[in-house]
């Protein structure tokens, strides 16, 4: 157990709402990321932290922000929601002190965006 | 550009036998590293196997086995004595380095993943 934990687990919202999703761990990792998973495209990269104030772009990052106060926090906006944002959206971990960066992953939110 | 493939969308397979499910991947890197990833119907990701890229043998985690590959860039799981228990989606997964400078920020890319399932 990596001590990984998301909030919210499900939501629903309307296309060009706000939406903050949040990732919290418990162990203090260096790097966090943020995925997607819609059916045919497997998990897909956002963003990714590497620190605190520290963050970069994924594969599949417009439409989203990201902000990484604290180690323990890594949230993910949508800053107008729209329904092609409709997905899985999984936080993991990376155990960086290990060779293997293995990659640890949160429960998931599910989002629907009307 | 990375890029992993997974070419099988359904794997059958009957109790007690082994099964592989293939993965081939493109990179330009000479350091990366191959994952395995299993996801049941409740939707968790678990960790299953790592091989990395200048690993000379073969990873195993219990019954499972990376069948990897490097001429032919591929990094196939192979699970033995399949339990019912192990029908799930399984994702194949390639980061990036670490660079010469010992760089990696561990940025994963997955394939589209193969539903494995277990009959009894």
């Known amino acids: 157990d990596a001590g990984i934990t998301q909030s919210p687990r499900h939501k629903v919202t309307e296309t060009g709402t706000p939406v903050t999703l949040r990732c919290h761990q418990t162990e203090n990792h260096r790097y966090m990321y943020w995925y997607r998973q819609d059916p045919g495209h497997g998990l897909r990269l956002i963003h990714y932290s590497y620190g605190v104030k520290d963050t970069d772009k994924g594969e599949v990052s417009d439409g989203y922000s990201v902000s990484r106060s604290k180690t323990e926090d890594f949230l993910l906006t949508l800053e107008s929601a729209t329904s092609s944002q409709t997905s899985v959206y999984f936080c993991?971990?990376?155990?960086?002190?290990?060779?293997?960066?293995?990659?640890?992953f949160g429960p998931g939110t599910r989002l629907t965006v009307t | 550009a990375q890029k992993i493939t997974q070419t099988q969308p359904g794997m059958f397979v009957q109790e007690k036998e082994a099964v592989t499910l293939d993965c081939t991947y493109d990179t330009s890197d000479q350091s990366y590293g191959l994952f395995w990833y299993k996801q049941p119907s409740s939707g968790e990701m678990i960790f299953l196997i790592y091989q990395g890229s200048y690993d000379e043998q073969n990873a195993t985690e219990g019954r499972y086995s990376l069948n990897f590959q490097k001429a032919r860039k591929s990094a196939n799981l192979v699970i033995s004595a399949s339990q019912l228990g192990d029908s799930a989606m399984y994702f194949c997964?390639?980061?990036?380095?670490?660079?010469?400078?010992?760089?990696?920020?561990?940025?994963?890319?997955f394939g589209q993943g193969t539903i494995l399932t277990v009959h009894p």
């Open positions: 997964a390639m980061r990036e380095g670490p660079d010469a400078g010992g760089t990696s920020y561990g940025k994963l890319t």
């Open positions: 993991a971990i990376s155990l960086s002190d290990r060779a293997t960066y293995e990659q640890y």
